[in-house]
């Protein structure tokens, strides 16, 4: 174990997983709570709404985790781990107000895009730098 | 190539992708026993069992993958990589028990969440001594 | 940063995020055309293939960037980053195909599948050499 490893990375990555298997099991009590046993999937709108938000996360789930790591390694680990405390913080919105209703995933919504946009925008400099400096051998900054 | 690649974690790795396509071969074959063309997603009983038992093993993977590799790297590889064939026998024992019967699949889902809080214990603790020694100058053991 | 960095992997990784994100957008468009709110999945044929066609995506690409990764790392770079591109023009071809019949998803998906053979071949190869290499001492090529 060398004391260079990505430790803040590891660690967002860590609660993110934590969050996303907490939401796998309010999606199994919401079926305990309305009696719909696998492998049915449709039911009452509450329902519904929590088995797609939980859906919702694990769609977006490997992308947030390319972009971290990239923006983490290739641009600067600090500001990556930060915006991933801040995504998980959009998730736990979008899914609290999911399943209250609908247009309540929105602001959640949007606060994970901007850490995903943030994110992706990071790692592409942090890309290029590289490239730059690998194939071309031009130090930027 | 040096030798220092975490190659265990990358061969369970390569095997679980392998498991993870033959289950959607499954369903595949499944779709066509049932002539149930795609985009459809319901059915019979039956094959509703086997699309969500993949369904699944496709919601768990990337947690599984995040602290396969967080354990194997900043805790015990080999001690990981055990845990990621243990994690493999368990998603198989899963998919046949669930597409034979519901409940059959609760064995190889208890086998699952042993193994994922096995492998998150050891990723925490290796994060947290990495993080000590990394930030705070303190080794432990 | 240093410059031993897979920045094409890299690369292709954050160009593969950027169109499975592109590709939920285009669901969520496809709801809007239709008028069809979340958490509701099912509607006419049409938006049922593009929502499959997106999900479809979400179910490979664990697996994509498993093998993606293990190629380029234990085996060659470039050679993975070219699988990569072709992986994400099969997923192009796969998702425009499908939208506009079920049956013209199938070009996009046999090239899908040979580049994630050919990824899993190469990561095989790279890791029976670096395990060789690594626990038995033994120096192929």
């Known amino acids: 174990m060398t004391s260079d490893l990505p430790v803040l990375l ?3 990555s860590i609660v993110s997983a934590l ?12 079926r305990m709570n309305h009696n ?8 009452p709108p509450d ?29 600067n680990e ?10 998980i913080v959009g998730r736990e919105m979008y899914f609290t107000g999911y399943i209250s209703e609908s ?12 850490v995903l946009l943030f994110l992706t925008v990071t790692a592409t400099i942090g890309i290029i730098q590289s490239f730059l ?3 071309l ?3 930027v900054l």
Chains 1, 2, 3 share one sequence.
């Open 36 to 43: 719909i046993m696998p492998p049915i999937v449709t039911g």
């Open 103 to 114: 247009k309540k995933r929105l602001p959640g919504f949007y606060l994970i895009l901007c």
């Open 137 to 139: 051998n031009i130090r």
């Open 78 to 87: 600090v500001l990556a781990a930060l915006g991933g405390i801040m995504y």
């Open 133 to 135: 400096d690998k194939y």
């Open 19 to 30: 969050h996303i298997s907490f939401q796998a099991r309010r999606v199994g009590r919401s």
């Open 10 to 12: 590891a660690a967002v």
């Open 47 to 75: 329902f519904e709404r929590t088995f797609r938000a939980h859906q919702n996360s694990v769609e977006f789930y490997s992308i947030f985790l390319v972009v971290l790591w990239i923006s983490g390694i290739f641009c």
